[in-house]
């Protein structure tokens, strides 16, 4: 086996397909293209990694095929991906596009999600074949470039470590963060500054952490980090378990940057998707949840006022003044920063 590359060799080299479809300019808009295809990739290889096992069992993969379509509970995610080979990759079924590829890739994702009902909204939000003023945003030619570029690198069960892939997926927020002109700072807090803060706290094993504008899950990451350091504590199973699939639980209100946040937290190996991690989509804002958590770790949104947008009856976009009338607030106001103080 080809041993991988450091974790930050296979960030910069992502990164470098990324740039190399239309420059480093261009590429942190293709990041709402690049992060659902490493997902997916993962998604993937770790199907392989299940099905070869019952392969062993039953004979072949053909048959192991068959088995887990009847039975789709024998793997975690079930993948309606078949190649023509059935001993070839099942990522090979979209390395192996020629034609219309944007729409085929849609297709595919929206046909995992539909098997996966826990994946909706998290690989099929983003369309492939999008067109801006009758041009396709991602061409087949760089969309096949990009693919074949993810495919060289494996990211299964026993390739690389879990925290190796979701640093992969870490560094290319970051990128987008730093090369976005505006916005990206709301909902990606620079790495640094969260690990200080993590390290002020210091949160312990087995308590409860909350972000209640969680972003792409920065904050959680940090304090898992934190927590299983070997030099900080020595866990044991439950500890590991607890932390795994209890001990975070967040809000995010852009859907995008939700999708963004679950996808970084299975990719560090932070619940399953399907249970353990709760990033809730509701406004954190709007009221007490009733429920209570051992540590806060946030950093709320930028800007002073809290708004919401709408469409006039002349069909503009127009904002207005959010104002949260909660009972357990000791001031009503539209500052943004001041109701998240109070709210945390």
């Known amino acids: 086996m080809t041993k991988e590359l450091p974790s930050k060799s296979l960030e910069s080299w992502?990164?470098?397909?990324?740039?190399?479809?239309?420059?480093?300019?261009?590429?942190?808009?293709?990041?709402?293209?690049?992060?659902?295809?490493?997902?997916?990739?993962?998604?993937?290889?770790?199907?392989?990694?299940?099905?070869?096992?019952?392969?062993?069992?039953?004979?072949?993969?053909?048959?192991?095929?068959?088995?887990?379509?009847?039975?789709?509970?024998?793997?975690?995610?079930?993948?309606?991906?078949?190649?023509?080979?059935?001993?070839?990759?099942?990522w090979s079924v979209i390395r192996k596009l020629s034609d219309?590829?944007?729409?085929?890739?849609?297709?595919?994702?929206?046909?995992?999600?539909?098997?996966?009902?826990?994946?909706?909204?998290?690989?099929?939000?983003?369309?492939?074949?999008?067109?801006?003023?009758?041009?396709?945003?991602?061409?087949?030619?760089?969309?096949?470039?990009?693919?074949?570029?993810?495919?060289?690198?494996?990211?299964?069960?026993?390739?690389?470590?879990?925290?190796?892939?979701g640093d992969i997926y870490e560094g290319l927020l970051e990128k987008n963060a730093e090369d976005t002109k505006s916005g990206a700072g709301q909902y990606f807090t620079p790495r640094a500054l969260i690990r200080a803060m993590v390290e002020c706290v210091r949160p312990e094993p087995g308590k409860l952490i909350a972000d209640p504008a969680c972003g792409t899950g920065g904050f959680f990451l940090a304090a898992y980090d934190f927590i299983t350091n070997p030099k900080n504590f020595q866990l044991d199973k439950q500890q590991k378990a607890f932390l795994k699939h209890e001990a975070f639980h967040g809000n995010e209100i852009v859907a995008n940057t939700r999708r963004l946040c679950l996808m970084n937290m299975f990719l560090h190996n932070i619940g399953e998707i399907d249970g353990g991690v709760s990033i809730s989509p509701n406004d954190s804002l709007v009221a007490d949840a009733g429920k209570r958590f051992d540590y806060v770790l946030a950093n709320p949104p930028?800007?002073?006022?809290?708004?919401?947008?709408?469409?006039?009856?002349?069909?503009?976009?127009?904002?207005?003044?959010?104002?949260?009338?909660?009972?357990?607030?000791?001031?009503?106001?539209?500052?943004?920063?001041?109701?998240?103080?109070?709210?945390?």
């Open 302 to 344: 930028f800007g002073k006022k809290s708004s919401m947008s709408f469409t006039n009856e002349e069909g503009e976009q127009k904002k207005d003044s959010l104002t949260y009338n909660r009972q357990d607030f000791w001031a009503t106001t539209s500052n943004k920063q001041l109701n998240f103080v109070q709210h945390i």
């Open 100 to 165: 219309r590829i944007g729409e085929a890739v849609t297709t595919h994702m929206r046909a995992i999600a539909r098997e996966n009902p826990l994946l909706q909204g998290i690989i099929d939000r983003v369309d492939f074949n999008a067109t801006t003023h009758g041009q396709r945003d991602l061409n087949d030619d760089r969309l096949s470039n990009l693919i074949e570029a993810i495919s060289t690198k494996r990211l299964g069960l026993e390739d690389v470590e879990a925290d190796v892939k």
């Open 14 to 90: 992502i990164w470098d397909a990324a740039c190399s479809i239309r420059g480093a300019k261009d590429a942190p808009k293709y990041k709402d293209y690049i992060l659902p295809l490493i997902f997916t990739k993962r998604l993937c290889d770790v199907f392989d990694d299940e099905l070869n096992p019952i392969a062993q069992q039953v004979g072949s993969r053909k048959k192991a095929f068959q088995l887990v379509e009847a039975d789709p509970k024998l793997v975690r995610f079930y993948l309606p991906l078949i190649p023509d080979d059935p001993e070839q990759p099942v």
